[in-house]
């Protein structure tokens, strides 16, 4: 059997302040206290604030994350001067712009733009090379202000802002089924229009064509279906066909945060048996994400950082003899029976998997965890998730005897790396160092990398489990 | 400390997880009559 290899990568950030308001926990708070919305507006970020922050331009993959150790602290304090929108591996998209891919996304008109924007959206979406005039063809129908504030008035349609002026609105499809409520289809939709922006770029970055992908996997955590199913789901294939994979099949996998790592090793076992030689992994955005931290952004008077959604896809393939390779034979599980101590969990992600091929912990040049942007995250009291992470793979380094204890800082640095992802759930377990790993790999700077994710499964209240997955990637052995 | 007496327990994923310190608990006598886990990120 060939080996596996991950021939390319796509990252977008899509910034949508206007939609800070419907993240769940701004949403939620904006009910009891209206005058929160004026707090989260005046604490909102512009679009070139948001690229030339340090994080998102290393989670695009023009700045390598321990580049981040240089950056003086705030981060949002000290903007990267010159910041490109675009990457190699993808684009900052501005949120007027979304708008036009979220109508083009829009297979049921739940989505209404007002008449007088509607020639703004098509201005913009000519810019992106992605989209062409097929997909601008479905911004020719615009409708009246009064209409659009008649289904928000009587029909429960959510309004929709750009700048904080009502643009449109948004709409349910049914008048008592829940899962079909304006809220949800609107998450569900902002999933599926980011998806296909990275999907898009993916296929772009790599040169595949839409019908020569077999089979596309979704690793997001939005539920789709109606009242009777309603994790129903195959969001994947939404996804293909929007982005014109004509010859594809797909299926969601559902793990979670860790659903990106499950999937990508999903996409390995699919392409190593020779059942399909291109799969497509993708993770979209998360809008119940949005704003989630805002109370500590808001105490320490600093800018709403979760104003952004990420979405991120990897094609999985056969062999090519230069891009990096899947150790298929160094997997690591967290089984059933291994209890939820951080430190088995650990274990069976990194030492196990590792001794399986004969490594040690100090054989990998970077372990890849849930890289969550600390300066997101700290200010709520969550503390540091990578580094919290990166001490536990040094502690049972110097468990192993590996290191001494008094190297284990030393090992944190080497080995890991400040976190950089937007906090978008799937979007950080893992993947965001793909991109970063295969240009090492491919310039002889790296070896070998271990991703490693962890996913909540009690939150859905049917288990206490905690759940992980991890994968080791190495320079492929062909490659000069 | 905890015997005889009943407890609440969260649990944060990249912390201390609810089962792990529900073992605690009973080893040391308490009950613990609620156990969750959260993942705040």
Same mark, same amino acid.
Request: aromatic share 0%.
């Given at each position: 059997m060939s080996e596996v290899v991950v021939k390319g990568c796509a990252y977008n950030i899509i910034h949508v302040p206007d939609f800070i308001r419907y993240g769940s926990k701004p949403e939620r708070d904006i009910q009891s206290d209206p005058e929160l919305l004026g707090k989260l507006t005046a604490h909102t970020r512009k679009f070139e604030d948001a690229v030339s922050y340090a994080p998102n331009q290393a989670f695009l993959g023009n700045?390598?994350?321990?580049k981040l150790h240089e950056i003086g602290n705030p981060w949002f304090k000290h903007p990267i001067p %010159?910041?490109?929108?675009?990457s190699k591996y993808g684009r900052m998209i501005p949120e007027d712009e979304f708008y036009a891919i979220l109508k083009i996304s829009d297979e049921f008109d739940l989505v209404w733009i007002d008449e007088s924007f509607l020639p703004h959206l098509r201005e913009t979406i000519e810019q992106n090379p992605l989209f062409d005039e097929i997909d601008s063809a479905r911004l020719e129908t615009g409708h009246s202000p009064e209409n659009i504030q008649k289904k928000i008035d009587t029909e429960d349609s959510l309004p929709l802002f750009f700048n904080q002026k009502c643009i449109g609105c948004f709409h349910r499809h049914h008048e008592v089924d829940q899962a079909l409520s304006a809220e949800v289809l609107m998450e569900n939709l902002l999933t599926k229009a980011t998806a296909g922006i990275a999907v898009r770029q993916l296929l772009k970055n790599t040169g595949l064509q839409p019908e020569d992908v077999g089979y596309i996997m979704s690793s997001s955590e939005e539920a789709i279906g109606d009242r009777y199913q309603r994790g129903g789901g195959n969001l994947a294939k939404a996804v293909g066909e929007m982005c014109r994979c004509v010859n594809a099949t797909g299926s969601d996998v559902k793990a979670f945060c860790a659903g990106p790592v499950y999937a990508i090793v999903h996409a390995a076992s699919l392409v190593k048996s020779g059942i399909f030689d291109n799969v497509v992994v993708f993770g979209g955005g998360c809008m119940a994400k949005l704003g989630m931290k805002y109370q500590g952004h808001l105490k320490h008077d600093m800018p709403i950082l979760e104003d952004i959604l990420g979405a991120e896809a990897f094609l999985i393939t056969k062999d090519d003899g230069a891009n990096p390779i899947i150790r298929t034979d160094s997997i690591g599980i967290h089984d059933i029976g291994s209890g939820a101590a951080q430190q088995a969990i650990m274990e069976s992600l990194t030492v196990k998997p590792l001794r399986k091929i004969g490594l040690k912990l100090s054989d990998v040049d970077k372990f890849s965890t849930e890289m969550h942007n600390p300066e997101v995250t700290e200010p709520q009291g969550s503390g540091n998730v990578p580094l919290n992470n990166y001490r536990m793979i040094a502690a049972l380094a110097v468990m192993n005897k590996e290191? %001494? +204890? +008094?190297e284990l800082m030393n090992f944190v640095k080497k080995h890991g790396m400040p976190g950089f992802s937007p906090t978008q759930g799937h979007i950080p377990a893992a993947v965001p160092f793909l991109g970063h790993a295969i240009d090492a790999m491919q310039a002889g700077t790296m070896q070998r990398a271990q991703f490693l994710a962890k996913g909540s499964l009690f939150l859905g209240r049917m288990s206490h489990l905690s759940d992980g997955m991890s994968f080791v990637l190495e320079k492929n052995p062909q490659a000069a | 400390m905890f015997n005889g007496k009943k407890i609440i327990v969260f649990g944060e994923r990249d912390g201390v997880a609810g089962p792990t310190i529900v073992e605690l608990i009973q080893a040391a006598g308490g009950d613990v009559v609620y156990s969750v886990t959260e993942c705040f990120v």
């Open positions: 700045l390598h994350p321990d %010159e910041a490109s929108q675009t290191i %001494e +204890k +008094k | -």
